[in-house]
């Protein structure tokens, strides 16, 4: 059953980077069924696709966080990661990891999430 | 963008209530529509996708229906377990995006 793990960080400055890693067991990352997502949730709030990406590292962006974000993946460590720099405050949320669809486009499975928060 | 409308934002209702929750599309997404189930301090999780399609291991009081651009979530039968916040999300064009969520609380 194919599982993801987020990492990384919970707190970073702000005006600095945010790096996360999402491993995923399982099952393979190439596996042609899925593409790779990350989503995010601030605090008492809703759901934001980030981006997505494929194991042959095609991406989609939020247009909202394109000229920040960067989604790659390592299909040797069966990982895939995010980076979003120049954050500020309003960019802490619960960050997750999750499949994504090639078929159809809905997320799963889901990571358990990680929260990341942006504070001096 | 696609833009997501959920309604109610809440809904509290008894054990055993037949429960729906409305999403409506901002322009047409064929089926392409997704609902989530998220407990407090948990991931969210598939319910249905393609509109009315169960995902493995959901309970059959749990269905979808769609309309057009207006797309319904049913809980047949409430239970205590269903207590959570409902999400849609549509899945036809980049951005993905998500309906504002709907609580449904347990009377």
């Known amino acids: 059953q194919l599982q993801l793990q987020e990492s990384g960080p919970g707190l970073v400055k702000p005006s600095e980077t945010l790096s996360l890693t999402c491993t995923v067991s399982g099952g393979s990352i190439t596996s042609s069924d899925f593409h790779w997502a990350w989503i995010r949730q601030p605090p008492g709030k809703g759901l934001e696709w980030i981006g997505s990406i494929s194991y042959s590292g095609s991406t989609y962006y939020n247009p909202s966080l394109q000229s920040r974000v960067t989604i790659s993946v390592d299909t040797s460590k069966n990982e895939f990661s995010l980076k979003l720099n120049s954050v500020a405050a309003a960019d802490t949320a619960l960050f997750y990891c999750?499949?994504?669809?090639?078929?159809?486009?809905?997320?799963?499975?889901w990571g358990q999430g990680t929260l990341v928060t942006v504070s001096s | 963008d696609i833009q997501m409308t959920q309604s109610p934002s809440s809904v509290s209702a008894s054990v055993g209530d037949r429960v729906t929750i409305t999403c409506r599309a901002s322009?047409?997404?064929?089926?392409?529509l997704a609902w989530y189930q998220q407990k407090p301090g948990e991931a969210p999780e598939l319910l249905i996708y393609l509109a009315s399609n169960l995902q493995s291991g959901v309970p059959s009081r749990f269905s979808g229906r769609t309309s057009g651009t207006d797309f319904t979530l049913t809980i047949s039968s409430l239970q205590p377990e269903d207590s959570a916040t409902y999400y849609c999300q549509q899945a036809i064009s980049f951005p993905l995006t998500f309906g504002g969520g709907t609580k449904v609380e347990i009377k």
């Open positions: 999750t499949g994504f669809s090639t078929s159809s486009g809905w997320f799963d499975p």
């Open positions: 322009q047409s997404i064929r089926s392409f």
